[in-house]
C-alpha cells in the first residue's frame, strides 16, 4: 500500500525569512522633495531618475545625485522637455490604435 499523505513543504520557511531580512535592501528609492526626481541605489550604485527615464549617470553617492537632482540647469530642463514629448507621443500613438 502506498502513503497517499501531503507532506508539509514549509518547516524552514520562518528560518528563511529571519536570514533574508538581514541583509541589506536590493533596490531603494529616495524622492526629492518638491520635484518628480527619485534616487535609486542598486548594488552599491545610485542614479537619478525621473518616472522610467534615468537622467544621471551611476555613482557611487546618492547623496551627491541628489545634490544634482536638486540644481536646474539649462541640460536638466532639456531631459525634462524631451522626456514628456516621448511620453506624449507614446499616449498618442496609444490612442490611435
Given at each position: 500500500m502506498v502513503d497517499t499523505k501531503v507532506k508539509q513543504l514549509q518547516?524552514?520557511?520562518?528560518?528563511v525569512a529571519k536570514e533574508g531580512s538581514s541583509?541589506?535592501?536590493?533596490i531603494k528609492r529616495v524622492?526629492?522633495?518638491?520635484?518628480?526626481?527619485e534616487v535609486?541605489?542598486?548594488?552599491g550604485y545610485s542614479f537619478g531618475v525621473m518616472?522610467?527615464?534615468r537622467l544621471t549617470e551611476k555613482s557611487n553617492d546618492a547623496k551627491d545625485?541628489?545634490?544634482?537632482?536638486?540644481?536646474?540647469?539649462?541640460?536638466?530642463?532639456i531631459q525634462i522637455v524631451m522626456i514628456l514629448d516621448e511620453v506624449k507621443s507614446k499616449?498618442?500613438?496609444?490612442e490611435e490604435v
Open positions: 518547516p524552514n520557511v520562518e528560518k541583509k541589506e535592501e536590493l524622492s526629492i522633495k518638491d520635484s518628480p526626481f535609486i541605489t542598486q548594488d518616472g522610467n527615464y545625485i541628489e545634490k544634482q537632482l536638486k540644481k536646474i540647469t539649462w541640460n536638466r530642463i499616449i498618442k500613438k496609444q
